[in-house]
């Protein structure tokens, strides 16, 4: 019997998008999925939605709830990661502090000051999750979702034997909005409303379009594209020269131009981790002229969902149980059915045999096809990425590195290093301006970082 255990199942409307895809599979029909959070209001909220989703798939699944995390990950075969330190308070001193110093930040979840700091908050709690897996379901594979996925996902490599893998959607999403715009798909709309959320997760890449990609996760980079065999690079490289296309997503557009490549994720995303695009307010508004807040939308989004969730738990109206744009539900069904399929994940570049992407470091992680089966992971040896699109992520490779060290060895400094290296940063802080930025940001947030308090 297959055990699923949710460590962060309390964020209600992740757990019904992951349960839905679960629940589509026939071979996890009688499967058991634990769902734990340190949060008991939010996770009776979670539990209630996700019985109500196996009544009406009229399925043999067993749900349980649990705030004892020893207790959810005993006998496990899988455990994803879900977890939010904190929910949105230190996420909104993640925007606010760096902006009174210039740093303006669209999303702050991968790079930059946000980045970093939710990478301090997020690392040890997933180190505390390893430890007990170590003892309690040594043989499960730990499925990490939370953020900043890169250096989570390293440091969950560097630090236990637990096998791991990184899953985020944005190499699905961005090739359903490449299919779009080359006019082999659905047109897909930037998230920029709570109903274009919610309809994102179960867009799906058309059948026709077969794909490749390499790189780091959230700065990926599409190496092939084909409709019906039919090699669409060259159009791909053209597209820049739309003005829809500019207007949609002028970020990814220029560095299209410039680099010659493609890259994930949404344009307003990838200026967070560039640093060409957010100088000062001027230049942000040129290339982002339909700029919006993500904490805001997350908000909007958060309370349309609750009012959803109100009337699913009502009985007023249907949950959707189908695949969507979640990677694990596909994993976890191809080990557990035997059918083989094909994800993107991050994992070790350095594989037993060789490196899967061989001019990025041997110690870092890379987001690669991964094929699944029976037998587990399978990932991908890509060669070479174009040298250009391997500096660019050497970049944030840097950056990701030292916040390792940092959340490993207790090493405040390393964490300092990290973000006077950060490419957006140092676009727009001097050196004095990011020792402040990083010592408000520390204090504000001590409260989340208890392995510094000796510092």
């Given at each position: 019997?297959?055990?699923?255990?949710?460590?962060?199942?309390?964020?209600?409307m992740?757990?019904?998008?992951i349960?839905?895809?679960?629940?589509?599979?026939?071979?996890?029909?009688?499967?058991?999925?634990?769902?734990?959070?340190i949060?008991?209001?939010?996770?009776?909220?979670s539990f209630?939605?996700v019985?109500?989703m196996?009544?009406?798939?009229g399925?043999?699944?067993?749900?349980?709830m649990?705030?004892?995390?020893?207790?959810?990950?005993t006998?496990?075969?899988?455990?994803?990661?879900?977890?939010?330190?904190?929910g949105?308070?230190?996420?909104?001193?993640?925007?606010?502090?760096?902006?009174?110093?210039?740093?303006?930040?669209?999303?702050?979840?991968t790079?930059?000051p946000g980045?970093?700091f939710?990478?301090?908050?997020h690392?040890p709690?997933?180190?505390?999750?390893?430890?007990?897996?170590?003892?309690?379901?040594p043989?499960a594979?730990?499925?990490?979702?939370?953020?900043?996925?890169?250096?989570?996902?390293?440091?969950?490599k560097?630090?236990?034997?637990?096998?791991?893998?990184?899953l985020?959607?944005?190499v699905?999403?961005?090739?359903?909005?490449?299919?779009?715009?080359?006019?082999e798909?659905?047109?897909v709309?930037?998230?920029?409303?709570?109903?274009?959320?919610?309809?994102?997760?179960?867009?799906?890449?058309?059948?026709h379009?077969?794909y490749?990609?390499?790189?780091?996760?959230?700065?990926?980079?599409?190496?092939r594209?084909?409709a019906?065999?039919?090699?669409?690079?060259p159009k791909?490289?053209?597209?820049?020269?739309?003005?829809?296309?500019?207007?949609?997503?002028?970020?990814?557009?220029?560095?299209?131009k410039?680099?010659?490549?493609?890259?994930?994720?949404?344009?307003?995303?990838?200026?967070?981790y560039?640093?060409?695009?957010?100088?000062?307010e001027?230049?942000?508004?040129h290339?982002?002229?339909?700029?919006?807040?993500?904490?805001?939308?997350e908000?909007?989004?958060?309370?349309?969902?609750?009012?959803e969730?109100?009337?699913?738990?009502?009985g007023?109206?249907k949950?959707?149980?189908a695949?969507?744009?979640?990677?694990?539900p596909?994993?976890?069904?191809?080990?557990?059915?035997?059918?083989?399929?094909?994800?993107?994940?991050?994992?070790p570049?350095?594989?037993?045999?060789?490196?899967?992407v061989?001019n990025?470091?041997?110690?870092?992680?890379?987001?690669?096809?991964?094929?699944?089966?029976?037998r587990?992971?399978?990932?991908?040896?890509?060669?070479?990425?174009?040298?250009?699109?391997?500096?660019?992520?050497?970049?944030?490779?840097?950056?990701?590195?030292l916040?390792?060290?940092?959340?490993?060895?207790?090493?405040l400094?390393?964490?300092?290093?990290?973000?006077?290296?950060?490419?957006?940063?140092?676009?727009?802080?001097?050196?004095?301006?990011?020792?402040?930025?990083?010592?408000?940001?520390?204090?504000?947030q001590r409260?989340?970082?208890?392995?510094?308090?000796?510092?």
């Open positions: 019997m297959t055990q699923i255990t949710i460590v962060g199942a309390g964020s209600v992740f757990t019904r998008q349960t839905s895809a679960l629940l589509s599979y026939p071979a996890l029909d009688g499967a058991v999925l634990v769902l734990m959070d949060d008991s209001q939010v996770l009776k909220r209630e939605l019985t109500r196996i009544e009406q798939a399925l043999r699944v067993q749900v349980m649990t705030t004892d995390r020893r207790k959810a990950l006998n496990a075969d899988f455990v994803i990661n879900a977890i939010q330190v904190g949105l308070e230190p996420w909104r001193l993640d925007m606010d502090i760096p902006a009174k110093y210039g740093v303006i930040q669209e999303v702050g979840d790079m930059g980045g970093i939710r990478a301090l908050r690392i709690p997933m180190l505390s999750i390893l430890r007990d897996m170590e003892i309690l379901c043989d594979l730990f499925i990490n979702y939370a953020n900043p996925l890169a250096p989570l996902t390293w440091a969950a560097d630090y236990s034997p637990v096998k791991s893998v990184g985020c959607y944005g699905r999403y961005t090739v359903a909005q490449l299919a779009g715009y080359l006019g798909g659905d047109w709309e930037h998230p920029s409303t709570p109903e274009r959320w919610q309809r994102l997760m179960y867009h799906e890449v058309p059948e379009i077969d490749e990609f390499a790189g780091i996760n959230h700065m990926t980079w599409i190496t594209m084909t019906n065999g039919k090699d669409l690079l791909l490289r053209e597209m820049a020269g739309n003005p829809k296309v500019y207007q949609a997503d002028a970020v990814r557009c220029e560095v299209l410039f680099f010659g490549h493609w890259c994930t994720e949404n344009h307003w995303h990838c200026s967070d560039l640093p060409y695009f957010r100088k000062n001027a230049m942000i508004n290339f982002l002229p339909q700029r919006w807040n993500l904490l805001a939308l908000e909007k989004v958060h309370a349309a969902g609750e009012a969730i109100d009337a699913q738990l009502a007023s109206q949950i959707v149980i695949p969507n744009m979640l990677n694990a596909k994993l976890i069904n191809a080990m557990v059915s035997g059918d083989r399929t094909r994800i993107n994940g991050n994992v570049n350095h594989q037993p045999g060789g490196l899967l061989e990025l470091p041997e110690n870092c992680v890379v987001e690669v096809p991964i094929q699944v089966d029976a587990g992971l399978q990932p991908q040896q890509m060669g070479r990425l174009p040298m250009q699109c391997a500096s660019l992520n050497k970049t944030n490779i840097a950056v990701q590195e916040i390792v060290e940092s959340a490993l060895t207790h090493n400094d390393a964490a300092r290093y990290a973000l006077s290296l950060d490419p957006v940063t140092a676009a727009v802080c001097t050196l004095e301006q990011i020792d402040a930025m990083f010592n408000e940001l520390f204090e504000a409260h989340w970082l208890p392995q510094f308090n000796h510092c």
